[in-house]
């Protein structure tokens, strides 16, 4: 099982251009993450797939749109990067229970390094 | 607002002893609790949880403590070890709401050194 990957591990952009960040589980997990991590804010969640074919806002989702491509793939798609984006992106997964209500704990992707010039 | 907070950046340890790290948090619907581990260049890592209707949790070397009048957790690592260096980050969660798809609420994290 490589769990969660993620695709780049660095990227350097100029302001304006967009990229994808990519974003895939074999874990067989129905809900999905994006964080994006700053020096002093801890991690803060951008968007989230509670399931296939769903997707939501999470604290700091401007700038940003996701895809859900299917159960094991969710991206993050940059269409116009800011150097306010230079950040550490880190995708997650989980599962929860039968009813729906209880989640476990996530499992991460070791991250994508994106700096905005 | 920073629902939930770290209030020490960093925190220095003789190996063998005792690391303690605190989080606080100010949503009282907060019924969920973990704390991660993570190494740089690296992605964080789960060690251990806590359910509101708890009050600790041991697992191995780790203990987290609940003091939900307080709104305030630890994590207890008995004993350091300098393999333990890391940051480590507390998070919360709403469970008990049927919207809350497992979104966690991190706090800015604690820079653990343990010394030899």
């Known amino acids: 099982n490589a769990g969660v990957t993620q695709t780049p591990k660095f990227q350097v952009l100029k302001t304006g251009q967009s990229m994808t960040l990519q974003c895939a589980q074999d874990m067989n997990h129905n809900s999905m993450y994006w964080y994006r991590q700053d020096p002093g804010m801890g991690l803060r969640l951008i968007y989230y797939s509670a399931s296939e074919g769903t997707t939501d806002k999470g604290e700091v989702p401007n700038g940003y749109n996701v895809s859900r491509l299917n159960k094991r793939e969710f991206s993050l798609r940059l269409e116009s990067a800011a150097p306010s984006q230079t950040s550490v992106y880190f995708c997650a997964s989980t599962t929860n229970h039968g009813t729906g209500t209880f989640f476990y704990e996530q499992y991460f992707g070791p991250g994508t390094r994106l700096t905005v010039t | ?116």
């Open chain 2, 1 to 116: 607002d920073q629902q939930v907070k770290q209030n020490s950046p960093s925190l220095s340890v003789q190996e063998g002893r005792i690391s303690i790290l605190n989080c606080d948090y100010t949503n009282s619907m907060f019924d969920y609790f973990l704390w991660y581990k993570k190494y740089p260049a690296e992605g964080p890592t789960f060690l251990i949880s806590i359910s509101s209707i708890k009050d600790k949790n041991e697992d191995g070397r780790f203990t987290v403590f609940l003091n939900k009048s307080a709104k305030h957790l630890s994590l207890h690592i008995v004993p350091s070890q300098p393999g333990d260096s890391a940051v480590y980050f507390c998070a919360a969660s709403v469970t008990l709401s049927g919207t809350s798809y497992g979104k966690l609420t991190f706090g800015q994290g604690t820079i653990l050194t343990v010394h030899p």
